[in-house]
């Protein structure tokens, strides 16, 4: 049963991957049109910023694969003699393991692959940051690297270097950057891809209009910072097993870190929260014959999205926010499930009785 549990979720969660490939093509596509790239690193990082989408669907695909399975049982009148031979546990048991199952698979996502596949996005677009740079941008011509992050150059030297070089950063709501020098190179090191710069200044303007100027002689920027959102941090990029591991060994996990772990692990607790509603509110027989108005797997879709708002909302105001919502849905499918039992048994002793 676990089996046919499986089957239903699985193609659903594929036809979900693709879609959000899809998506991701297309909103990439200006790695090809204005920023000189190959088809083939199109659907390289294309490929590499699905997981972290694709996860937050995956409970809900799994939910609606159970509704599927359990509505054609109710309707083969399978659920029925399952009751009535009080085989439920056998009924309960691929229940649990195909939950299990996905909340094996779901924490492998978002706590290994997720974060390497971020990683790899990230070390990616340094190398199309620094090939834009070093080769692509056309003298006195204004290049958006990354959102609101505008750069011109003057030239180039016979010796490859940048004459002339200007960055405009905005990406930082509360500080607006730019960088002024004669000179500018792209190296690299251990680190990944740096800009130096020859004898210029930094400009900062902060939101609340202090401006600061700093001459330099040599200053670099990492294009890892360059090439993606400035808000993204290297924890979303490392393993959970790796940043539980660093905080050990330095004696105590960051407060920051903790909160990534939960919303990493929320993800898991999901699974078990949606798929145990839906065994708790589909898995009993009825003797309804007419259709719902409003399609299980649209009361499914409605409350996986609900309770994934709620949750997004929760993380941000407390460390342990992101459990709140499936932990509610959970007492909800066991407060159903126990009432769904006492229903089951007045039934069964009414009929006897009569």
């Given amino acids: 049963m676990a089996k046919e549990f499986t089957l239903q979720a699985l193609p659903l969660f594929i036809v979900v991957v693709l879609l959000v490939w899809i998506t991701q093509v297309l909103r990439l596509f200006d790695i090809i049109t204005t920023k000189g790239q190959g088809i083939f690193t199109l659907l390289l990082q294309s490929s590499l910023t699905t997981p972290s989408l694709a996860m937050a669907l995956i409970y809900i695909t799994m939910a609606i694969g159970l509704v599927r399975v359990l509505r054609s049982m109710q309707q083969s009148r399978e659920l029925h003699s399952i009751h009535s031979l009080k085989k439920t546990a ?127 002689n040599k200053y670099e920027i990492s294009l890892k910072r360059i090439g993606t959102d400035i808000k993204q941090t290297t924890i979303k990029e490392t393993s959970s097993f790796q940043l539980i591991l660093e905080g050990t060994r330095a004696g105590k996990i960051s407060a920051t870190v903790w909160k990534e772990l939960n919303i990493r692990f929320s993800e898991t607790l999901r699974v078990l929260a949606l798929c145990l509603l839906v065994g708790a509110i589909a898995s009993y027989p009825h003797a309804r014959r007419g259709r719902n108005l409003l399609p299980l797997e649209a009361v499914v879709l409605v409350i996986g999205l609900g309770e994934r708002a709620i949750g997004s909302v929760l993380e941000k105001t407390v460390i342990t926010g992101a459990y709140t919502s499936g932990l509610l849905l959970i007492m909800f499918a066991i407060i159903i499930i126990f009432l769904r039992q006492g229903i089951f048994k007045s039934n069964k002793n009414s009929r006897v009785l009569a």
């Avoid at 997720?114 to 204004?142: D, G, H, M, R, V």
Wanted: charged letters at 20%; zero cysteines.
């Fill in 90 to 216: 056998s009924l309960w048991q691929a229940l649990g393991v195909f939950i299990f199952g996905g909340m094996i698979f779901v924490t492998l996502v978002a706590n290994i692959i997720n974060p390497y596949s971020l990683k790899t996005s990230t070390k990616l677009n340094e190398e199309i940051a620094a090939n834009l740079i070093s080769s692509t941008l056309n003298p006195n011509q204004f290049s958006e690297i990354s959102p609101n992050l505008v750069i011109v150059i003057g030239g180039r030297s016979m010796n490859g270097k940048i004459i002339n070089f200007f960055a405009d950063d905005r990406r930082d709501p509360k500080t607006h950057k730019t960088f002024i020098s004669n000179e500018a190179e792209i190296i690299y090191d251990e680190e990944g891809y740096n800009i130096s710069l020859i004898d210029g200044t930094a400009q900062f303007m902060r939101e609340d209009n202090q401006f600061t100027q700093v001459s330099f």
